[in-house]
Nanobody, 125 residues
């Protein structure tokens, strides 16, 4: 059974940093894309970043380029999202997901097949 469990969310001040983790189980990381997505209150879910599990190619939404970094540790079956220079508009529930391809603009499912339950990130002073 595929499982994805996010952690690392919390309250941070504007300009601060957080690192989210997505622990995965039930499948091998080597043949899929894993991505991070977010949904702010009252808004639709949006794509944030994806990484290819085979060659490590990364993709980012324009709104987070230069501030967020996605990475993976295949030995730990874990994917990370390092978030720097956080802004109040980054406040959202962040979800990780896995699928056969990554489409950051292809809502509502973005090409993802399995989803975690999310972790809340609040950026506020």
């Amino acid at each position: 059974q595929v499982q994805l469990v996010e952690s690392g969310g919390g309250l941070v001040q504007p300009g601060g940093s957080l690192r989210l983790s997505c622990a995965t189980s039930g499948f091998t990381l080597h043949y899929y894309y894993i991505g991070w997505f977010r949904q702010a209150p009252g808004k639709e879910r949006e794509g944030v970043s994806c990484i290819s599990s085979s060659d490590g190619i990364t993709y980012y939404a324009d709104s987070v380029k230069g501030r967020f970094t996605i990475s993976r540790d295949n030995a730990k079956n874990t994917v990370y999202l390092q978030m720097n220079s956080l802004k109040p508009e980054d406040t959202a529930v962040y979800y990780c997901a896995i699928g056969a391809f990554c489409g950051l603009s292809y809502s509502p499912n973005f090409g993802m097949d399995y989803w975690g339950k999310g972790t809340l990130v609040t950026v506020s002073s």
